[in-house]
């Protein structure tokens, strides 16, 4: 018998958690520094598309891995954990983008890139897991 | 809502890590069943109420009734 902290779908998640992880630092490394340097030289907004499709599907397989460890886990408690800190933060996510959105069409404040929103969604979903495990404290 | 699980647990002298084993789930999942911030679903509570050899509602109260 396992705790839910030490279980298979626990231990899946926290590996895919990694691969995702460097997966989208490189997905978001790529087009911040290598685009304005390798898009010159090669001549083609193919090149373009072919970064930014990595960050695209970085950011499906954060939701592929998140999908899975919810179907595989066992201990419905850290299910219900999980999903609670998933909508606050997609809440948190939305309001802050319109938010922001809202600004820079009316305020002229400084343009937010949408690639951005994703690691946002990463920070707050885990400031949501602390605070919805308080909760249950 | 309400229920006998501390009660049930010290009879046997079970920690909570110690159910939570038999249960097959994560500590503070016990935690929060036990102080009635979390609802357990039916098959985990007919779990524990084949572990204790109880019926439901004998570890769990209905605050409405």
Redesign the interface.
């Known amino acids: 018998m396992e705790h839910e902290a030490n279980s298979p779908a626990k231990r899946r998640f926290t590996d895919r958690f990694h691969i995702r992880v460097l997966l989208r630092l490189l997905a978001l490394a790529l087009p911040i520094w290598a685009i304005p340097q390798i898009l010159p030289k090669l001549g083609t907004a193919g090149t373009a598309y072919l970064i930014a499709s990595l960050l695209g599907f970085a950011g499906l397989g954060f939701i592929v891995t998140h999908g899975v460890y919810l179907v595989t886990a066992k201990d419905e408690f850290q299910r219900t954990v999980h999903i609670e800190s998933i909508l606050w933060s997609i809440g948190v996510t939305f309001t802050v983008t319109t938010f922001w959105g809202l600004l820079e069409t009316f305020a002229h404040i400084p343009h937010l890139g949408a690639l951005w929103i994703c690691p946002m969604f990463v920070v707050f979903m885990g400031l949501a897991k602390r605070l919805v495990r308080l909760r249950y404290k | 809502m309400k229920n006998r699980l501390k009660v049930l647990r010290a009879e046997r002298d079970w920690s909570q890590?110690d159910l939570?084993?038999?249960l097959?789930?994560?500590?503070?999942?016990v935690?929060?069943?036990e102080t009635g911030?979390?609802d357990?679903?039916l098959p985990?509570a007919f779990k524990l109420a084949r572990l204790f050899g109880l019926r439901i509602e004998e570890i769990f109260e209905d605050e409405r009734s």
């Open positions: 890590a939570a084993q038999r097959e789930v994560s500590r503070q999942s935690n929060a069943i911030k979390f357990p679903s985990l």
